[in-house]
């Protein structure tokens, strides 16, 4: 029989998670593809405030898209609402995706 490798321990499908707020935790979609729109996205309008809204509503969904946007998030919250996001879907932490957002946008 010829060689295996067993990746099966290192596919893990857990949901993640983000909380913005006291009651407010939305389900991150972190599958490939949905990542892959959102990169398409960001590579379209870099960081635009544009491409962040469409990035968030791929990630978190219509509804918690609504309820973010209810809340009236200043620019900051929002690009930290957007970081965290980010972070979870590519499974770094935040403060290395905050260096990571804060290094492209400057």
């Known amino acids: 029989m010829g060689k295996i490798i067993d990746i099966s321990a290192k596919l893990v499908n857990e949901p993640k998670f983000l909380q913005v707020a006291e009651g407010k935790t939305y389900k991150v979609d ?41 809340m009236e998030l200043s620019i900051t919250a929002y690009q930290s609402l957007f970081i965290g996001m980010m972070a979870l879907v590519t499974d770094k932490s935040f403060e290395e995706m905050e260096k990571t957002f804060r290094n492209t946008t400057a």
Do not use: H, P, Y
């Open 30 to 70: 972190d599958r490939k593809n949905t990542v892959l729109q959102m990169n398409a996205i960001l590579n379209e309008g870099a960081a635009s405030a544009e491409g962040i809204d469409k990035a968030i509503k791929l990630g978190l969904g219509e509804e918690a898209f609504k309820e973010i946007e209810a």
